[in-house]
């Protein structure tokens, strides 16, 4: 299984170096760029969450995150040592309202759930883990 | 796998066309370039290859200030993974979108 790992700590001056690591990724293994653009906002999301609300009296927590091609798709996971947070239980945000009443902020993990097929949290061993799979419409483009 | 930069100018039609990249690294400085386009009416998408919620929040604050001061803003020759998204965060009920030729 083709799996691939980093870590940053949660500041967002990190979020370019994220996306290079899931781009790097996405080539070296074969796989269509056109899919990679779900995977990416996944992580953009999530992690932006972390360095957003992660940081408790002046600590930043330290952020992994793990790739991986599995059948048929790709599981991304990501894992942070801050306080107890489930994402998913933040309310979904009003995505039919006049553009008066629009929020303007809430938009990041919905859209996270409305992409991936899948995503589950946990809290395991004083840490955030956010796994998030989907399929693939194309798969990678290396058997030659 | 290129790493696009981001991207926003004004054409030569009035418009202004944004390109590469649109992640929460850039949204301060695609806001401010937005804020200070005059007559705003119509954003060219033709090359933005990535967009994620807060480069929606600078999309949907745009369309709030342009609307309060007249017309909104029209998004044309949006490609179809940047549609998918505009359609899960519902901006295709709040915004005129015209989807790239092809």
């Known amino acids: 299984m083709t799996e691939r790992h980093t870590a940053v700590p949660s500041d967002a001056a990190h979020l370019p170096a994220l996306t290079e690591f899931l781009r790097n990724f996405w080539s070296e293994t074969g796989l269509p760029t056109v899919e990679a653009v779900p995977f990416e906002l996944a992580l953009e999301e999530v992690f932006m969450n972390v360095v957003m609300h992660g940081s408790q009296g002046g600590r930043v927590p330290r952020v992994e995150v793990s790739v991986a091609l599995v059948e048929g798709g790709v599981t991304l996971i990501v894992e942070d040592d801050g306080p107890p947070f ?3 239980s933040l309310l979904a945000p009003n995505v039919t309202a006049s553009l008066e009443e629009r929020p ?10 409305q992409m991936m097929d899948s995503v589950r949290y946990q809290r395991r061993d004083a840490r955030n883990q956010l796994q998030m799979t989907k ?9 030659k | 796998m290129s790493n696009p930069m981001f991207e926003i100018r004004r054409g030569s039609a009035g418009e202004v066309a944004m390109a590469g ?3 929460a690294t850039q949204c301060d400085a695609a806001l401010k370039f937005l804020n200070e386009t005059a007559d705003l009416r119509v954003i060219d998408l033709a090359s933005l290859e990535y967009i994620a919620s807060a480069g929606l929040r600078v999309i949907l604050l745009t369309q709030k200030r342009c609307k309060a001061a007249g017309a909104g803003v ?8 940047i549609h998918d998204i505009f359609r899960y965060a519902g901006f295709d009920q709040i915004l005129d979108i015209t989807r790239a030729a092809g």
């Open chain 1, 86 to 88: 489930d994402p998913l």
């Open chain 1, 104 to 113: 303007i902020g809430g938009l990041g993990v919905f859209l996270v759930r």
């Open chain 1, 135 to 143: 399929q693939l419409a194309v798969g990678p483009s290396t058997s």
């Open chain 2, 21 to 23: 990249r649109l992640d």
């Open chain 2, 74 to 81: 029209r998004l044309i020759n949006v490609t179809p993974p």
